[in-house]
């Protein structure tokens, strides 16, 4: 939409009425743009508590239970987060998005949230007990992350709320192959939308036929390797937890090899 405005055959009050009657028009398509993106990216808030692992570089929190391997690499970074096993809901939430904030202690909370997302597990003790012991929900975190959240390091296990929340990306989903002539492992990451893979699908370009890829570990799905996918472009189907999938023709070229990053499209 254009607005424009009388110039040289209206006086200068009706100018100004104008343009305030615009900026009015703006500030209230600024509010509505708002709220309809809150509305769709806010969850129900639960309860759990917090602690960190590693130290302020956090090498300790790169790899993980989810496969991505280096965190920096990925995407990830230090705003991650292992969970206890009721969360982690054996490999499920792999790629989830949470705001968590301190809750209900003044002494120990810093004011605001953080967005972290799910990249390992965080295990009970070997006596079954701990902080991550079943049925417990727990996140064990990046010192920083854990310091953008608690008043110190020595807070201890902090109380929080959290929720799911949209995973907002750059560029497009990622596709890093990997394996040998005999299976094809693709570690599947920087996932939008509910941010969480629960399936993933790969065709070669020769083919009309998807085959069903199985979650070796994390977000790293295997398929034994198939005579029709040898020398041929990739495409690949990738459903998130939600149920939404987006399908990404030829991501990877017929003279692929083993250890490239492809991009797809994106949530």
């Known amino acids: 939409?254009?607005?424009?405005?009388?110039?040289?055959?209206?006086?200068?009050?009706?100018?100004?009425?104008?343009?305030?009657?615009?900026?009015?028009?703006?500030?209230?398509?600024?509010?509505?743009?708002?709220?309809?993106?809150?509305?769709?990216?806010?969850?129900?808030?639960?309860?759990?508590?917090?602690?960190?692992?590693?130290?302020?570089?956090?090498?300790?929190?790169?790899?993980?239970?989810?496969g991505y391997g280096d965190l920096f690499e990925q995407g990830y970074g230090l705003a991650n987060t292992a969970v206890s096993g009721v969360l982690f809901n054996n490999y499920q939430t792999c790629g989830a998005c949470?705001?968590?904030?301190?809750y209900n202690d003044q002494a120990r909370c810093k004011e605001g949230s953080i967005t972290v997302t799910v990249t390992s597990l965080c295990p009970p003790a070997p006596d079954g007990g701990g902080l991550c012991q079943l049925p417990r929900?727990?996140?064990d975190m990046a010192e920083v992350s854990y310091l953008k959240l608690a008043t110190s390091p020595i807070a201890g296990s902090i109380p929080i709320r959290f929720r799911r929340v949209t995973c907002v990306k750059t560029g497009g989903i990622r596709f890093q192959i990997k394996g040998n002539p005999w299976w094809i492992l693709v570690l599947v990451y920087n996932v939008g939308g509910s941010g969480d893979v629960a399936a993933v699908s790969i065709k070669g370009s020769n083919s009309d036929k998807w085959i069903a890829m199985q979650r070796q570990w994390g977000q790293n799905w295997q398929v034994t390797m198939m005579p029709e996918l040898r020398g041929q472009g990739l495409s690949f189907q990738v459903t998130t937890g939600d149920g939404k999938m987006v399908e990404s023709d030829n991501v990877a070229p017929a003279n692929w090899q083993f250890g490239q990053i492809f991009e797809g499209k994106q949530f």
Request: some cysteine; hydrophobic content about 45%; aromatic content about 10%.
């Open 1 to 66: 939409m254009i607005l424009q405005f009388p110039t040289s055959n209206k006086s200068t009050r009706e100018i100004k009425m104008a343009r305030s009657a615009m900026g009015f028009i703006v500030s209230l398509l600024l509010v509505a743009s708002s709220v309809a993106v809150m509305a769709a990216t806010l969850g129900d808030w639960d309860f759990a508590d917090a602690t960190f692992y590693g130290d302020m570089s956090g090498s300790a929190t790169m790899g993980g239970d989810c």
């Open 98 to 102: 949470y705001e968590v904030e301190c």
């Open 137 to 139: 929900k727990h996140f």
